[in-house]
């Protein structure tokens, strides 16, 4: 990869070819480093993107939107090119920590960016790079996870059997993820936050009796009742299938049956189509098997991070972390986008559905965590993914096989930088 001081050679080269070609032709210089628009790339596409790109053209941005579900790769070869963009906004900063690890990151704390006050932990963590440790990233979008999602013209569910579980394990590029979620959101209501915190950080074993019985307990709910549970994991999408409303309402595939419940983020909404407005939501924690009582909610965030401190993009950075700048994003918003900001408030728009996640989000009477595969090295992350997926696809509910595969990857990657700040 091109170290930053490489780069800048080039752009200084760069420079001075626009310079003295301006002063040929008999026109003005022009500094391409200064002048050039402020490139961004997340992880927004469709109307997503729209909704974004909105956002930015309001404030009158000179900006290059580029939103791709590949982000991994896409960085990777930017940053490998020596043309990563200014702005990256990821879900999830175990990704980024590598870069940062690299001195590829503009470090954020002590700038002036944002007010420290207005984001509390674990909106916050740090990671080590070559300015020792430090923040480098923070939340432009937040979401909500340890709840369950169901019909409300159905009420409450009192219990929901294990056929009866909304549970789709496909996704573009990141399959397995929703069975993560599951495994963490178990993890730390059986195990606590200390040791959630702990394994997220690469401190704890795979092969640890929180982590066993946290996969256990999964395998043991998703394979009941036969093969059913499992088998319908594997064959959905986690979005459902096309215009049929997300899984909660639309079914699953081959029988379209209808399923009671879904454990998934606040996101979900923007699944359920038409429909988002019939859904309601509880804590997980009642229908989570081996469960007594709520000990932490998972969290997720997209945070935005800087590869180019120049002030055209510190502007846009600045808005984006700003509270003017969240407020505006739901404005401009159809579905609801809910913020990590501590002073966001709820929107007197909001529906009672939307005030209660803001109220979650902000309520710190339980400790918050963030989503512990979103912190974990890439490919400790995706080793969790896959293994989620051989774990349902086999017979039985030993999950050691797949756990030690996993715990051979951390112990490589230990040399890897990890997070500080993962619970609050």
């Not at 159905?154 to 573009?172: H, K, L, Q, S």
């Not at 040791?195 to 401190?203: L, V």
Request: with cysteine; charged share 25%.
């Amino acid at each position: 990869m091109l170290r930053t001081s490489r780069l800048r050679r080039v752009l200084v080269a760069g420079v001075a070819t626009a310079v003295l070609a301006g002063c040929v032709g008999g026109q003005p210089p022009v500094d391409e480093a200064v002048d050039r628009p402020v490139t961004v790339l997340g992880p927004w596409t469709g109307t997503q993107a729209k909704t974004f790109e909105d956002l930015l053209r309001s404030q009158g941005f000179d900006y290059v939107y580029q939103g791709t579900a590949a982000q991994r790769e896409v960085l990777l070869s930017q940053a490998q090119a020596g043309t990563p963009p200014d702005i990256v906004i990821m879900p999830g900063p175990g990704e980024l920590a590598e870069y940062a690890a690299e001195g590829r990151l503009e470090p954020l704390d002590g700038r002036g960016l944002y007010p420290r006050e207005q984001y509390h932990a674990p909106w916050i963590p740090r990671a080590t790079g070559k300015s020792g440790e430090r923040v480098y990233w923070v939340p432009v979008r937040a979401a909500l996870k340890s709840i369950v999602w169901y019909r409300a013209a159905n009420g409450r569910p009192e219990t929901v059997g294990a056929r009866e579980w909304c549970v789709g394990m496909g996704d573009d590029g990141a399959a397995g993820w929703p069975g993560s979620d599951w495994i963490e959101d178990l993890l730390l209501q059986t195990a606590g936050p200390r040791t959630y915190a702990r394994w997220a950080r690469g401190e704890l074993e795979w092969t640890a009796e929180p982590v066993v019985r946290a996969w256990t307990a999964w395998g043991t709910l998703m394979k009941s009742e036969g093969t059913g549970p499992a088998r319908w994991a594997l064959l959905n999408d986690y979005r459902g299938a096309d215009g049929k409303d997300g899984l909660l309402f639309g079914g699953r595939v081959e029988t379209d049956e209808r399923c009671v419940a879904e454990h998934q983020g606040s996101f979900a909404r923007d699944l359920y189509g038409d429909a988002a407005g019939r859904a309601d939501y509880l804590p997980s924690t009642p229908f989570l098997p081996d469960t007594t009582a709520a000990r932490g909610r998972e969290v997720s965030g997209d945070f935005a991070a800087l590869f180019d401190d120049r002030a055209k993009a510190l502007e846009v950075f600045r808005f984006l972390a700003s509270l003017k700048g969240q407020r505006a994003w739901a404005d401009f918003s159809e579905s609801p986008v809910y913020s990590a900001n501590s002073e966001r408030g709820t929107p007197r728009s909001a529906d009672a559905v939307t005030r209660r996640i803001v109220r979650d989000l902000e309520d710190t009477a339980l400790p918050r965590c963030l989503d512990a595969s979103d912190v974990m090295p890439p490919a400790v992350r995706d080793a969790f993914w896959n293994a989620a997926l051989q774990y349902l696809a086999a017979d039985g509910l030993d999950p050691l096989p797949w756990l030690r595969n996993i715990q051979k990857v951390q112990e490589f990657e230990e040399r890897r930088p990890w997070m500080t700040g993962i619970c609050g």
